[in-house]
């Protein structure tokens, strides 16, 4: 919690300047940010499981590498921010350094007893050279996800795996571990 307060300190002095900003819009950015990582989340989700219905993860497999970049993509379209998926063993998107320490912090708060639904966090910082407000909310690692993102992945899964991730490091998660962040940066200017 307390790197937490300091990233988010050191951000708000750093990236300021003559931009200021209220705390009720803080307030506000804050609350639409949870809300399209819950419509992300839930879009992906119900994706993954109809996928796995129909084909299995094999066919689970195709919709994080090809729909949830949609999903993104169209969820940045509507409101005009980068919103994307990341992780510390990246399969895609590699986190930058401020995603990074958010999330090395996540894995402390949970360590540390924080319950999961906690594990959320804002800043204004610069991103590209410019003001932005940025929101991270952690992805739990469910049971399912351990299918292709686990420890013991059958071999048909680790090569379709090993076909569209050739550096994939995306795997060893137990149940409860954070397997990535949702993350929401919407320009100041």
């Not at 949609?70 to 921010?81: V, Y």
């Not at 949970?110 to 999961?116: E, I, P, S």
């Not at 013991?152 to 397997?179: H, S, W």
């Amino acid at each position: 919690m307390k790197l937490s307060l300091a990233i988010l300190l050191l951000s708000l002095i750093s990236a300021c300047g003559n931009n200021t900003i209220s705390y009720q819009e803080i307030g506000e950015r804050t609350h639409q940010s949870k809300e399209i990582a819950k419509k992300f989340g839930m879009q992906l989700k119900s994706k993954l499981q109809a996928a796995m219905k129909e084909g299995g993860p094999i066919n689970a497999i195709s919709v994080c590498n090809e729909q949830a970049p949609l999903i993104a993509k169209k969820l940045s379209e509507e409101t005009g921010w980068d919103i994307h998926r990341t992780s510390l063993k990246p399969r895609a998107r590699k986190p930058d350094d401020w995603e990074t320490a958010i999330m090395q912090d996540f894995t402390t708060r949970l360590d540390n007893g924080d319950k999961f639904d906690s594990l959320s966090s804002h800043a204004i910082t610069k991103y590209n050279g410019k003001p932005s407000f940025r929101f991270m909310q952690a992805i739990e690692t469910q049971k399912v996800c351990l299918v292709c993102h686990g420890e013991n992945i059958a071999e048909p899964i680790k090569t379709k795996i090993a076909e569209l991730y050739p550096n994939d490091v995306a795997t060893r998660f137990k149940e409860g571990d954070i397997r990535g962040a949702f993350s929401i940066i919407q320009p100041l200017e």
